[in-house]
């Protein structure tokens, strides 16, 4: 079968490329899938270049988030037929035209998606539940301010942030992902290159961020730290900006605010129950139209590098999608 494998680790994705491996085999508690779509996230990348918390050993063919038929299944499935139609998540192996699934790490395919929009909302949607529910315990009328929002990720948090009743603000370093957010709704909107702090607190009547979704890091945490609200919540997400940030712990505790780590597959390992409460809430809201995955960008299977390329200059708008 075709697959998208990295051969070696290397900063510039060089190790990384098309080739023809063998078709996995399910063993036993787990199903294959013929892949329809596969959506890219960043930790796809991150683990290409060595950066990602977990390292797999080269050769690996990297791909969380995928959506396809079950074609064959391994001793012991009993809850699963061949011919359904599902999404599930590995931290490896999407990027291929076929993949091995645990069977209890699948769910059937949303009826109201697309493949792209089944792929599209698992990691995403699901970091962001962990994040603003299971992390921040984020409030109707609270404000949230989403960084990176126009980013799979991001897109994610503000759809979250609105259906709980919060209000987003959502930032971008381009204008032109700005406009997009307000094509889907977004109401308040602002470019971090003017700066935010006082636009911030000027949206919520001076009072600051209840919670901030950061995915960025950098620069931009360091800002937010400053235009957090008493009892806040910063959420670090990652740091597509390049720049792990630090902070001066007067900060928070003058502020009263609290910094929050995020890793959604983590928090499902160590909570295994709470997990899997987690990937049903999220999947009711997006079966019952509450949360709408939004897939900017379709690709092929020859054009995983592509995706990355776009990703790491940060020109995607919600999700990209790899379908074979």
């Known amino acids: 079968m075709r697959a998208f494998v990295c051969h070696a680790i290397s900063d510039d994705l060089s190790g990384t490329g098309l080739a023809e491996i063998a078709t996995p085999q399910p063993q036993a508690g787990e199903v294959l899938i013929k892949v329809k779509a596969t959506s890219v996230n960043f930790p796809d990348i991150l683990m290409c270049q060595g950066k990602y918390q977990f390292k797999p050993d080269p050769p690996f063919t990297p791909g969380l988030d995928c959506a396809g038929e079950i074609v064959a299944l391994g001793a012991g499935v009993t809850d699963w037929a061949v011919g359904d139609e599902i999404v599930g998540g590995a931290r490896l192996g999407g990027f291929a035209d076929f993949a091995v699934l645990s069977a209890s790490a699948i769910q059937l395919k949303p009826p109201n998606l697309s493949w792209e929009e089944a792929a599209a909302y698992q990691a995403a949607y699901l970091t962001a539940y962990v994040a603003l529910v299971r992390r921040a315990n984020l409030q109707a009328g609270e404000t949230l301010l989403v960084h990176g929002a126009a980013g799979g990720v991001g897109l994610a948090a503000v759809q979250l942030g609105l259906h709980l009743g919060a209000r987003v603000i959502a930032t971008s370093a381009s204008p032109t992902k700005l406009q997009a957010l307000r094509d889907l709704g977004v109401e308040h909107t602002l470019l971090v290159q003017d700066g935010f702090r006082e636009a911030v607190k000027a949206l919520s009547g001076g009072r600051g961020a209840d919670v901030v979704f950061d995915p960025v890091?950098?620069?931009?945490?360091?800002?937010?730290?400053?235009?957090?609200?008493?009892?806040?919540?910063?959420l670090v997400i990652g740091f597509t900006s390049g720049r792990i940030p630090t902070v001066s712990v007067n900060m928070p505790l003058i502020k009263g605010f609290s910094i929050m780590g995020v890793r959604a597959g983590e928090y499902g390992r160590?909570?295994?129950?709470?997990?899997?409460?987690n990937a049903?809430?999220?999947?009711?809201?997006?079966?019952?139209?509450?949360?709408?995955?939004?897939?900017?960008?379709?690709?092929?299977?020859?054009?995983?590098?592509?995706?990355?390329d776009l990703m790491i200059a940060r020109q995607l708008v919600g999700k990209a999608v790899i379908v074979p």
Do not use: N
């Open 217 to 234: 890091g950098g620069d931009i945490f360091d800002e937010s730290v400053r235009c957090m609200a008493f009892d806040g919540r910063l």
């Open 270 to 277: 160590q909570f295994p129950e709470r997990g899997r409460e």
């Open 280 to 308: 049903k809430a999220v999947y009711d809201l997006v079966a019952d139209g509450s949360l709408k995955p939004h897939v900017g960008t379709v690709f092929a299977l020859t054009e995983v590098r592509a995706a990355f």
